[in-house]
């Protein structure tokens, strides 16, 4: 039986969190031209407005995901919301739950900070993020924050409680 895995608060650069998004960016660059990649250096992810969470496997990390906050905008209804970002989770640990756990906290930490609107940018070619995004309630929408309608990326939302 697999280890358990905590989810937890991280910073994003911090060395297997680093090595992570560096997988994360070598699958994304596999899939989609470079600047159809739509990634948040880990300098952005330093950002204040930003909460990043690690899952952990004893002392490894094994996913990692994070939220960042946006003011509103006319393509959000002019609401606050919380962008998910940088979700990942090594290919040994899937099928676990761990993404579907790490997404819910992202999305608990939203909610607590008085959002009511988690948004998200995937691409069409990955379906196993689609397949959990949809599972964990999210629904099609348009384009939002500035990103381009390519034809490659698919925009989700999903109301908070």
Known sequence: MPAAFIIRPA??????????????DAYLATLYE???NHIMSVQELLDPAVRFLAA??????????AL???????EAGGLRYAEIKRMYVSPAHRGRGIAAALLRQLEAAAAADGVTLALLETGEAQT??????ERCGYRRRDAFG????????????????
């Open 146 to 161: 500035g990103y381009p309608d390519n034809g490659l990326s698919l925009f989700y939302g999903k109301a908070l409680p």
């Open 34 to 36: 470079p600047e159809a």
């Open 11 to 24: 910073r994003p650069d911090h060395p297997q969190v680093v090595a992570m998004l560096s997988a994360l």
């Open 128 to 133: 196993e993020a689609v397949r959990l995004y």
């Open 56 to 65: 952990w496997e004893g002392d490894s990390v094994v996913g990692c995901g």
């Open 68 to 74: 960042r906050f946006m003011s509103g905008e006319p």
